[in-house]
């Protein structure tokens, strides 16, 4: 699994945006954010996008894995 994280600020609206590749048949990510608390806001798979409003200050991650934690492949993540 890989890990990402952004800077956010409460009441700020952001768009997560995720697609993968891949490598691997089987291949199939999905994506978690966290809150600075450590509290899952949110998931998807790949091919999907998600508007959230944030709730905290603070440092978010981002977390992408494959689903079988087994098929390796590409991704790309877009945060506007």
Do not use: C
């Not at 993968?20 to 509290?39: F, K």
């Not at 091919?47 to 978010?60: F, I, K, Q």
Request: charged share 20%.
């Amino acid at each position: 699994k890989d890990q990402w994280t952004f800077a956010g600020v409460e009441g700020d609206r952001v768009e997560l945006i995720f697609s993968g590749t891949a490598a691997q048949a089987g291949y199939n990510p999905y994506l978690e954010v966290y809150a600075p608390s450590g509290e899952r806001v949110t998931w998807f798979w790949q091919g999907h996008n998600a508007v959230l409003d944030l709730a905290e200050t603070g440092t978010y991650m981002v977390q992408v894995q494959d689903d079988g934690f087994q098929q390796a492949g590409g991704y790309r993540i877009g945060l506007e």
